[in-house]
């Protein structure tokens, strides 16, 4: 036990291969300053992305002008994929993205991303400006996102967060959802999709036009999916409304309301070591069918959640050197990620204290009974986000707020099945949760906690010379965290609070109207997740010691870059480096029969490398696209492991290959269009000493379609069919869980540490799925 208080923290049951059902209302400013991303160094006018598409609508690398490495895809590529397809699916091909997908159709909870090898929870997102990641444990889960004929654009920023983004952490980048706005004139849109495992889909869209003299205009979507699982039993349904209403008025004032509620069930898919895999490859699944005390039943492993995003962006064009942006966010949602265990009559603790009287179990048979282990999660947040941009001569002075509140009621209860394995009750509700016979709620994890945020941020951009500008800025920014532990024991109340002052700066100049270089440099911090600061309980003993010692990690990262934006050739080529103090590296544990994410403190890591992208555009309607990345990390220090050290040092950081490479391309010359996208991604190792690994592998995609309005009568109708993964290697694409080391390892000190075997991704299958798209 002494190994985790040296730095493991075992946070929430299977919150990495599940999507805890999360509402999220969020009334965010696109900050039309910042464009729900754009650096707030230049706030009145947003970095804007070129729009290639009335040259060329297929352009792979929209036009930067921000001093940072930021890539891009637009609606012109995103309308020709796949339509199930999630956000971290669709930026696969941008540099240093790798995203290991379980499910070809991207509806499965088991799937990660990483950005220069830091994961998904070193990562900011936004969506209409709004924060989409999770407050306690930092986790985003694409596939609550908009439905992707809503959307505009998707912005990936390698590097670094805006200074006024409402985003924790992020020193892995920022992905930015921005949502199609209204359209002026009255219409529809259907999209009807049919694939293979007997996926079906259709997407639904009504745009009100600018209605009447009131200057507003709205849309309304709703789609419904339903598909089986590629490789064993289960299957996924998921629901999904947008909504969005916009006025605009004056010279650039601007004000909208978007809604996006999501509605789904879906399945995980379990997780093999390296030996499993070997052993049954593919074949590593959840039983089809469930017999007398069977905890490994599809049924058991399907996970259900609701949520909601609203987003009210303002900007207000004060006078002509003053504008404000203001952006105000709430979130509510609940959901259930459980799993299959045995309880008994007798024999069971709730926390520490042990139950005298035996408890009611329906179906035991010599008092055990298989039933369905709960790990609901019930979340509000909300926050607001604000600035003042002022210019004056060559300045263009911001200063802003930041504040957030958050609470999340995290609960690992039991629910009886019936004879065929089916749960009473799928979502985990308190209510229904089996009790002990004096009518508390039997739990293996009962906690709540509130989180409260505040930030302040000020920052200058000097334009030097017409070509010349300088940034600098300074944020700060307190996390507070209060929580209770309704568990029995030693632990009652938790606190943690911590303060994080965050200088940058970054310069660009433009050589002249085609080439620019930039450079920067930032600083990030990640203060422990939630679930560090609570006991965890296993037989009436403390198993994990909560604790409010850890500390936050801290790191400075450099960019030096240059780009070229032509008519016909675009290209973009950033170095970069990082220095962490306390990194924080995410892996799930099994503890209880839950998946549990934990949190591993890995000490200190140096990253450096190289991001490349090229875009060259022969003729009008076709793109095609390479990017690349070259990435050197490694751990700085020995990982402290009870009374001793793993020797670590100077090994690679896990899940950061060496390199990666992208190459696609799009063709559209208005009657006949396609697209392809392959990547590869190279070797990654899993475990901090580097005795296991997984090999490198290629995925391709295939998109050919028609246009056929020309041949009816004019309104848009398109058909596209879709080949997912068209080579199905048979791979594992990512891990999901890593270790410290794999095998037994002598320790600096001489003694024996035991090892554990990391678990992994399997990658998704192919599948194929045609489109038919109608426009009213």
């Known amino acids: 036990m002494t190994f985790f208080s040296a730095g493991l923290s075992v946070i929430s049951a299977g919150r990495e291969r599940r999507l805890l059902g999360r509402v999220a209302l969020s009334l965010s400013a696109t900050l039309a300053a910042s464009s729900a991303g754009a650096q707030a160094s230049d706030p009145v006018e947003p970095a804007e992305i070129r729009v290639v598409g009335k040259q060329d609508p297929a352009g792979l690398l929209p036009d930067q002008k921000v001093p940072r490495a930021q890539s891009a895809i637009s609606a012109d590529f995103i309308v020709k994929q796949a339509p199930t397809l999630n956000a971290f699916q669709l930026v696969t091909l941008l540099p240093g993205a790798n995203v290991a997908s379980s499910d070809p159709y991207g509806l499965s909870t088991s799937s990660s991303l990483t950005l220069r090898g830091l994961g998904q929870d070193e990562i900011g997102v936004l969506m209409e400006g709004a924060p989409q990641n999770d407050i306690g444990y930092y986790y985003a889960y694409p596939s609550q996102f908009a439905d992707p004929e809503n959307l505009k654009r998707i912005t990936l920023a390698q590097g670094s967060v805006d200074i006024d983004s409402p985003t924790l952490g992020g020193a892995g980048g920022l992905l930015s959802l921005s949502l199609d706005d209204p359209k002026a004139r009255a219409g529809a849109l259907v999209d009807l999709s049919l694939g293979s495992y007997a996926a079906r889909r259709g997407f639904f869209r009504v745009d009100s036009g600018t209605i009447g003299n009131t200057g507003l205009k709205a849309f309304l979507s709703y789609s419904n999916t339903r598909a089986d699982n590629w490789r064993g039993a289960g299957f996924d349904t998921r629901q999904h409304i947008d909504a969005k209403i916009l006025n605009e008025w004056g010279a650039g004032n601007r004000a909208s309301l978007a809604l996006s509620y999501n509605d789904a069930n879906s399945s995980s898919y379990p997780s093999p070591t390296l030996a499993e895999w070997n052993a049954q490859g593919r074949g590593f699944n959840y039983d089809k069918r469930y017999t007398a005390g069977n905890t490994n039943y599809w ?86 986000v604000s600035k003042l941009t002022f210019r004056t001569g060559a300045h263009t002075l911001t200063a802003g707020l930041w504040f957030d509140y958050g609470t999340d009621r995290v609960t690992q209860s039991y629910t009886s099945v019936d004879a065929d394995g089916q749960p009473f009750d799928r979502w985990g509700y308190r209510s229904k949760a089996i009790r002990t016979a004096d009518g508390r709620l039997l739990a293996y994890e009962n906690q709540r906690t509130v989180t409260v945020t505040k930030g302040f941020f000020l920052a200058d951009s000097i334009a030097l010379t017409p070509r010349l500008t300088i940034d600098a800025g300074f944020k700060g920014v307190n996390v507070l965290r209060n929580g209770r532990n309704y568990l029995p024991g030693p632990q009652d109340k938790v606190r943690n609070d911590s303060f994080a002052a965050l200088p940058r700066a970054a310069i660009h100049y433009r050589i002249d109207d085609r080439q620019q270089l930039f ?104 793109s095609l696209y390479l990017s690349g990345e070259y990435l050197r990390a490694r751990i700085d220090d020995d990982l402290p492991v009870g009374a001793d050290f793993l020797p670590t040092r100077g090994k690679h950081a896990v899940s950061s290959p060496t390199v990666q490479f992208g190459a696609g391309g799009i063709y559209d010359d208005g009657r006949f269009f396609g697209s392809v996208a392959s990547k590869y991604i190279g070797r990654q190792y899993a475990s901090f000493m580097n005795d296991e690994r997984i090999k490198g592998y290629a995925t391709l995609d295939l998109s050919v379609g028609m246009h056929l309005a020309d041949w009816l009568d004019g309104k848009r109708t398109d058909l596209r069919v879709n080949a997912i993964n068209v080579t199905d290697p048979h791979v594992l694409a990512g891990v999901q869980s890593v270790s410290t080391n794999a095998q037994d390892t002598i320790g600096r000190n001489g003694t024996v540490i035991a090892g554990a075997p990391p678990a992994y991704y399997i990658g998704s299958g192919a599948a194929v799925m045609a489109t038919i798209s109608r426009a009213f």
Do not use: C, W
């Open 299 to 384: 049924r058991l492993y399907r996970a259900p959640f609701r949520n909601l995003y609203a987003s009210a962006p303002v900007h207000l064009v004060l006078t002509d050197r003053l504008a404000l942006d203001s952006t105000t966010y709430l979130q509510f949602g609940y959901g259930n990620s459980p799993y299959g265990t045995q309880l008994t009559t007798e024999g069971n603790f709730l926390g520490t204290e042990e139950l005298a009287q035996p408890i009611a179990l329906p179906g035991a048979v010599d008092g055990v009974a298989t039933v369905l282990g709960n790990y609901t999660g019930d979340q509000m947040r909300t926050g607001n």
């Open 519 to 622: 450079a920067n440099i930032t600083t990030n911090f990640r203060t422990p997740n939630e679930f560090t600061l609570y006991n965890s309980y296993a037989g009436g003993a403390v198993v994990v010691q909560g604790t409010n010692a850890l500390k936050n990690e801290y790191s400075v990262s450099e960019e030096v870059g240059y780009r070229f934006i032509g008519e016909q050739f675009s290209a973009s080529v950033t170095g970069f480096h990082y220095k962490f103090r306390n990194r924080q590296l995410a892996t799930v544990l099994d503890q209880g029969g839950a998946q549990v994410n934990a949190t591993l403190n890995a000490g200190g890591q140096t990253s450096y490398g190289v991001d490349a992208e090229i875009d060259y555009r022969p003729v009008a309607g076709v």
